[in-house]
């Protein structure tokens, strides 16, 4: 994975934020209906009671990002830049509806076939895509600070905490995007990753404030 490289960009004006400090919690700690019912599977597994009958996990592992689109079946833009030491962990879909990919830090070669990567390490990347418009990240945290990014007529929502962000989300040809970032990052960075997703190496910005 290529470091992120400086990208030329044209901010017109700096988000600014009013909403008081609250502690965010780190993301893929609150996660959608469906993972809710896969960790609801190992709870009720892990336990003495009669298990319930009709849950299902949710989650398919993958060995590779082609085996992925074979089940989500759709093509799946994958970001060409990350941060400096970070590559993928794990491939996996949600229902295969939601395709997933998880980066971390200093990442060895990814062994999708054992259980999603330990998010507890604060330095989780998760990156998803899905046909539609709508917030497919799944963290509904209240963050501190939200605020919009836009280029080429796209809009980017963005939500973190001392100007850098925690989450963005966008919709681009009728498909649905997420980044989260465990570690924030700065705007200039998260532009790089999201020109790349797109086929692009810089992008016109500017930014707004909720």
């Not at 905490?161 to 681009?172: E, F, G, H, I, Y």
Request: charged letters at 15%; glycine letters at 6%; one cysteine or more.
């Amino acid at each position: 994975m290529k470091s992120i490289v400086k990208t030329t960009l044209l901010l017109a004006c700096a988000i600014t934020f009013a909403l008081p400090a609250i502690t965010a919690a780190t993301p893929q700690t609150i996660m959608n209906a469906d993972i809710g019912a896969m960790n609801a599977t190992s709870n009720t597994s892990n336990s003495t009671a009669t298990p319930s009958v009709g849950i299902v996990n949710p989650l398919t592992m993958y060995n590779s990002i082609g085996e992925m689109e074979t089940d989500v079946k759709f093509k799946i833009e994958t970001p060409s830049v990350m941060p400096v030491g970070y590559d993928i962990v794990d491939i996996a879909s949600i229902n295969k509806k939601i395709a997933q990919i998880n980066y971390d830090k200093d990442a060895s070669t990814p062994s999708p076939t054992t259980t999603l990567k330990d998010t507890s390490t604060n330095t989780i990347i998760t990156y998803r895509i899905a046909k539609g418009n709508q917030d497919i990240s799944g963290d509904s945290t209240e963050y501190p600070e939200e605020g919009t990014l836009k280029f080429n007529g796209n809009t980017v929502n963005l939500k973190g905490q001392d100007n850098k962000v925690n989450l963005a989300t966008w919709t681009v040809n009728g498909m649905s995007y997420s980044l989260q970032f465990a570690k924030p990052i700065s705007q200039t960075e998260l532009v790089s990753i999201v020109a790349t997703i797109h086929g692009a190496a810089s992008r016109t910005v500017t930014t707004t404030a909720h």
